[in-house]
Nanobody, 118 residues
């Protein structure tokens, strides 16, 4: 059983930055997803086990950066230029396949709240 633990969420003003962290083994592809109130959970970003491949959802391209430190087994999501519409619970997920679909990820964290005030 793989346990994922997110951290780094919080309250920030529009235009600010936050860095989310997820403890995850280099064995897995790691994705970040988010769910805003009343919305379905959506893909944000993913990184391959080696870190050589990354992918971003269009709304966050150019503002968010995913990276990983496999020596520490941590995946990061650096979020800059935050907007109120980025407000959501952010989830870290791990799986074996390179895919952006939720169903490809077997393991999920509990989520961390990100709130962006205007």
């Amino acid at each position: 059983q793989v346990q994922l633990l997110e951290s780094g969420g919080g309250l920030v003003q529009a235009g600010g930055s936050l860095r989310l962290s997820c403890a995850a083994s280099s064995t897995y592809v790691v994705g970040w997803f988010r769910q805003a109130p009343g919305n379905q959970r959506e893909f944000v970003s993913a990184i391959s086990g080696s870190g050589r491949m990354t992918r971003y959802a269009d709304p966050v391209k150019g503002r968010f950066t995913i990276s990983r430190d496999n020596a520490k087994s941590i995946v990061y999501l650096q979020m800059t230029g935050l907007k109120p519409e980025d407000t959501a619970v952010y989830y870290c997920a791990a799986g074996e396949l390179w895919n952006i679909a939720e169903g490809a990820y077997r393991y999920w964290g509990q989520g961390t709240q990100v709130t962006v005030s205007s």
